[in-house]
């Protein structure tokens, strides 16, 4: 096994020039995880930056991987000033302004094997009572023992993202809509996708069968609720998006020919259904956050060719009413079941890409999000365009990849950001990883207070060189941004979380 140790040396930084707007300075540092507690070192200020364009490498921890799951990349979030990855593991978190060590907390404290996590949510950003929390999901499978049959549960948690410590927590045991098939199948199972009201943190999980033959419900959705700390349950349900305790949800015993639906959150109670009949591969794609729920879903249209073909469709659902909004999609080349990813802002837009390198044709397409009406988009085929892999969005800012490089969009026109050549300050070692500026991460990468595991191996996350070459962020605030790089040198390690600092 190699490990990367620590250099104190200086810290690339990537430069992304402002466009118009958005690039004003707050001088406010007692925003989330800037203050100071009374005894503590005093840490660096943080200066916010709504939104932030410009990102300096502080942090870079490499996480152990999970013994038997090398496949399993852990998920990131950026929640104000704290990065955070979730694994089947648990939650690690690290500060940008102090102290210089991560916390973790554990999926599971159970030792014996009784309890094991199959699956982990990507972890978000959401208010609770007021303040913010991280909010994650695991799929559980219990061993039976003695005379209790086995189970399958799905457990979220809300956590402090100053130190991991829970706010709230709330158990579904969905071993009755999947059914004892899947059940005592063994196999694995996981989520769908995850949808979550950022205002409520209320989330919404599509538990999905290992197998979808045999199993009782297909597709099960659970909404779980941080206030009441209880959750429910729908069968043949799929969940879309959550907005003001309503979930949209794409409904239907058949993956490929499903309707729309309107749920109470809090209840479970279908408040109207049958949305959208008649479409095939009708696709939840995300855009937590926004006004709108939006979906993508194929119609025939006998008209086209000689004997017909499937046209794509964006739909945005006003979860308060039902209304809908359709928007054709412009790809020339159909795919059945493409699949698109949608990105909000947390103000206005909501940008959707085709999912690539699946992607029959690449798209990209910006809806405003106070109508549900498309406002920019081209495809691949487009004069003088490449549409760029979006990673993250921000208060109207894509932020994406474009042959393999960091770019900036202006999410409101589409229109690239101007940015200059990363650069590196002078003699930086440019072959390789360098340290970290000023803030050195601790050399002692044991997760703080009682929250690490027992038995001696906890399987802490490793402090690692920050990057030179930096990527486009997962996700962003306005302190920072965090993404995963892919492992290296060591087989031990599912990726290097690389935390990044805004410095403008």
Known sequence: MVLRSLAAATAAVVLLAGCSGGDDK??????????????TPSAPALTPYDPPKSFEATYAYSLPEVTGH???????????????ANSLRGVDGQNLAGPAKPWQTLATETTDGS???????????????????????????????????????????????????????ATFDVTALLGDAEVNSGLPGGFTNLTFDPATGQVAVGVSPASMIGAKSG?????????????????????AGLSKGVLVGTQGKENTRRTVALVDAATGRITKSGLLPGLEGLTPTGANGSKYVYLYGQKYDKSIGFA?????????????????????????KTQYLQNYSCFADGQKTVVCTADQPEAAEAEIVGFDDTTGKKTWGFTEASAGRVVPQVTAAFHGVLYASAETKPVLLNALTGQDIPTPTPTVPTGADTAGPTGTPGE???????????????????????AAQPANQLQSPQSVSEYGGVYLAEPELSDDFSGTLQILKAVG
């Open 440 to 462: 050195t991460p601790s050399e002692d990468p044991t997760p703080t207070d009682s929250s690490s595991p027992s038995g001696g191996s906890s399987g802490a996350p490793v």
């Open 70 to 84: 090398s496949s399993f990349k852990p998920e990131v979030a950026m929640v104000g000033s704290t990065a955070v």
């Open 115 to 169: 309890v094991v996590i199959n699956d982990a949510s990507v972890p978000v950003a959401v208010q609770l009572n007021g303040k913010p929390a991280v909010a994650v999901a695991y799929y559980q499978r219990v061993k039976g023992a003695g005379t209790a049959k086995p189970g399958v549960s799905v457990l979220f948690r809300w956590l402090d993202p100053a130190d991991g410590k829970p706010l709230s927590e």
């Open 308 to 332: 017909g073909d499937y046209v794509g469709y964006f739909y945005a659902v006003d979860p308060a009413s039902g209304a809908v909004v359709q928007t054709k999609t412009a790809v020339k």
């Open 219 to 239: 597709i099960v959705t659970v909404i779980a609720d941080p206030a009441t700390k209880k959750a429910v349950g729908l069968p043949f349900m799929r969940p």
């Open 26 to 39: 707050s001088t406010d540092s007692s925003k989330d995880g800037a203050s100071q507690t009374p005894g």
